[in-house]
């Protein structure tokens, strides 16, 4: 079982740059898909990175791509997005999770879920 705490969330001006951090439980964590999930209030849940086991392949929404960044430090059971150049937009509670798949790309593959980070945008 991995149990996953997400931190770094706040508000955050439009343009600026915030970093979230999902520190995970568990000596497997090295076996796990990894993904970062946003929901904003009347919206459904979705998808914002994917990182594989080793960390060599990622994926990322294309409302996020170029902006926002996942990696993984598998000594540390860490995951990371870097938030770049946010907007309005991406302001959502943001929750980590973890796949026994290699790149999950949808919900029904994370087994593992945090309880999730809020992050507010200001105009």
């Known amino acids: 079982q991995v149990h996953l705490v997400e931190s770094g969330g706040g508000l955050v001006q439009a343009g600026g740059s915030l970093r979230l951090s999902c520190a995970a439980s568990?000596?497997?964590?090295?076996?796990?898909?990894m993904g970062w999930f946003r929901q904003a209030p009347g919206k459904d849940r979705e998808i914002v990175a994917a990182?594989?086991?080793?960390?060599?392949?990622?994926w990322h929404a294309d409302s996020v791509k170029g902006r926002f960044f996942i990696s993984r430090d598998n000594a540390m059971n860490m995951v990371t997005l870097q938030m770049n150049s946010v907007n309005p937009e991406d302001a959502a509670v943001y929750y980590c999770a973890a796949s026994r798949g290699v790149l999950g790309l949808h919900i029904p593959e994370y087994d593992y879920w945090g309880k999730g980070t809020l992050v507010t945008v200001s105009s």
């Open positions: 568990g000596r497997a964590f090295s076996t796990y898909g």
């Open positions: 990182i594989s086991w080793t960390g060599d392949s990622t």
